[in-house]
């Protein structure tokens, strides 16, 4: 079982589901894990019911953990860096999930430098299935790295990228989902429309997204050659996927990605410039 003691500071859904993938893969210990968050009675009534994870003081969290995770929003962060800023130690490792703020900022606001991680999990965290990418700081050793690794293997995958790569892992995984229930969402309206009923058609659409997406993990086959075998001449499947084409489809998700990616860059540099106008004042 790993020791290092890991300290969250906020109490939202990203961080429950972390504490419930630590807990349950067995690697972690509700020993091991501390949380702070501004609002705690609601929160420490949910956390206490599941896991029974003691609320501390930021104070008392800062000398005790060698690991911060910070799952506050992006507009708190700054805020939050300032507070802790002066109990910071050079190897206290920093792990920070808000999205839109980059290291550098990070960085910036801390008087002794550690290492610092940023982290892009996704909603599927929750039932223990993100997809989540990490990039690393300077300062960040490989056991540093490996440590926030397993962390989140403890809810999904783990892809290491540069950081200049966050922008786009936000528009295609952190905000994918939503793209993936919107599709969910138009085939049940679709098999609605044409006869089944709701109840239907919502478990028909899931049980077949959950296949198709199983299928490519398994074979490891491309796309579009999987595509290719449902399709016979002049049958019912080329009928539906030509509607697709004449409505761009692809294009359109690929446009998606790009808005997303593009919003993505806009968020990050919105709170580098919120954080130097604090500086000013």
């Known amino acids: 079982m790993i020791t290092r003691k890991v300290g969250f500071i906020g109490a939202g859904n990203m961080a429950n589901a972390l504490i419930q993938g630590m807990i349950q893969s067995g690697q972690f210990s509700i020993e091991q894990i501390r949380i702070n968050n501004k609002n705690s009675m609601p929160r420490r009534r949910k956390m206490a019911g599941a896991y029974s994870i003691p609320y501390v003081g930021k104070q008392e969290l800062l000398r005790w953990a060698d690991v911060l995770i910070l799952a506050v929003k992006p507009q708190d962060?700054?805020?939050?860096?300032?507070?802790?800023?002066?109990?910071?130690?050079?190897?206290?490792?920093?792990?920070s999930i808000a999205a839109g703020v980059d290291i550098k900022s990070i960085d910036s606001m801390l008087t002794t430098k550690c290492p610092i991680i940023r982290a892009m999990p996704n909603m599927s965290a929750r039932v223990l299935t993100s997809a989540t990418a990490l990039s690393m700081g300077k300062l960040v050793l490989s056991k540093e790295m490996d440590f926030a690794r397993r962390i989140f293997f403890c809810v999904g995958s783990v892809h290491q990228v540069e950081?200049?790569?966050?922008?786009?892992?936000?528009?295609?995984?952190?905000?994918?989902?939503?793209?993936?229930?919107?599709?969910?969402?138009?085939?049940?309206?679709?098999?609605?429309?044409?006869?089944?009923?709701?109840?239907?058609?919502?478990?028909?659409?899931?049980?077949?997204?959950?296949?198709?997406?199983?299928?490519?993990s398994v074979t490891g086959d491309d796309p579009a050659a999987l595509t290719k075998q449902i399709c016979s001449p002049n049958g019912t499947t080329l009928a539906g996927l030509g509607i697709l084409e004449s409505h761009h489809f692809e294009e359109t998700v690929v446009e998606a990605i790009r808005a997303a990616t593009q919003r993505s860059a806009e968020l990050r540099q919105e709170n580098q410039q919120r954080q130097a106008n604090k500086k000013v004042i």
């Open 163 to 216: 950081e200049s790569q966050m922008d786009a892992v936000t528009g295609l995984s952190g905000s994918g989902p939503a793209y993936v229930y919107t599709f969910l969402k138009a085939m049940v309206e679709g098999g609605e429309q044409v006869g089944l009923s709701h109840e239907d058609a919502s478990e028909l659409a899931l049980q077949t997204l959950k296949g198709a997406i199983e299928m490519i």
């Open 77 to 95: 962060l700054f805020g939050v860096l300032e507070e802790i800023n002066p109990m910071i130690t050079e190897r206290k490792l920093i792990i």
